[in-house]
């Protein structure tokens, strides 16, 4: 017998109509639920099914989700917009799932990629929001992805045995590699000032973090540049390094994990990673 269903359901964000999947739980009072903001350019089932994976593994521990396509994305009505420009269907989409399940009293906004960049951007966030699950933060410029490059391709690239056995048997083109590394290093050194400060995207994201009262929790897979990226402004930044340092502020580091979970062993541990997070913060029906 499932232990959760599931419920189209269609509502509307500036006059047009955006269209999500509610997972409700066959369990009595659950006040917790989450909302799934999903990273473009994808819709609300996720690469691989990840988020419809994920919400069922929720539902059936108790947490009913929610997850929603964007205007002009899936099945969406509207232009396709960037994830600097969706608050609007966010905010729509929290009054959907509350509408839909009343007896919701909490929710959590779990986001990928841009999606967790686009949650952090959020100016209007309700009071029945309580916290955000931030997986994989989308913070790339060309500083901080060369930085990227320098400390987690080239530096690691010397360890590898291929790379060595390519220079022993006269296969390593020395000049196209050291020309691609100096480029990679003198773009990460000479746009450290600009980059610290992150952009104005980077920046709004600084300010939604600083703001939000919340606890948050950040996932970050081992196997992904994106998730270097963000975890490098802890260096490139004293600001977010002073922010990312709060007690509010959990991490959890999922080795063996891609960007998206491709794996059914890193969405089981990323879910799980999500689940004791929310059960040590707000608890979950028994």
Not at 30 to 51: D, T
Not at 117 to 137: E, F, R
Not at 192 to 212: E, K
Request: proline fraction near 4%; glycine fraction near 8%; hydrophobic fraction near 40%.
């Amino acid at each position: 017998m499932s232990t959760w269903n599931e419920t189209p359901v269609v509502f509307e964000c500036r006059g047009e109509r955006l269209v999500g999947i509610v997972h409700r739980t066959v369990r009595e009072g659950s006040e917790v639920g989450v909302l799934v903001v999903v990273g473009g350019p994808q819709y609300r089932v996720g690469s691989h099914r990840q988020f419809t994976l994920m919400a069922r593994a929720l539902a059936t521990c108790g947490i009913p989700v929610m997850r929603f396509d964007y205007r002009g994305m899936g099945d969406s009505e509207g232009e396709p917009r960037s994830f600097e420009s969706v608050e609007d269907d966010i905010l729509a989409a929290i009054e959907a799932f509350r509408s839909q399940v009343p007896e919701l009293r909490r929710l959590v906004l779990w986001g990928l990629c841009d999606a967790a960049s686009a949650i952090l951007m959020c100016t209007k966030v309700p009071s029945v929001v309580v916290g955000y699950v931030l997986v994989n933060p989308w913070v790339r410029t060309p500083a901080s992805e060369a930085r990227a490059y320098v400390r987690h391709y080239y530096l690691r690239r010397l360890l590898q045995r291929d790379f060595w056995r390519k220079v022993f048997a006269g296969e390593w083109n020395l000049r196209q590699s050291v020309g691609q590394f100096a480029t990679a290093l003198t773009t990460a050194i000479t746009r450290r000032s600009a980059s610290a400060n992150g952009g104005t995207f980077i920046d709004r994201m600084l300010r939604g973090l600083h703001s939000f009262r919340g606890p948050v929790l950040v996932l970050l897979s081992g196997r992904d540049l994106t998730a270097r990226e963000f975890a490098a402004l802890r260096g490139a930044s004293p600001e977010w390094n002073r922010a990312l340092a709060s007690e509010r502020v959990s991490w959890v580091d999922l080795e063996d994990a891609d960007h998206t979970f491709s794996s059914r062993s890193s969405l089981e541990e990323g879910t799980q990673a999500t689940l004791r997070w929310i059960e040590s913060h707000f608890g979950v029906p028994a």
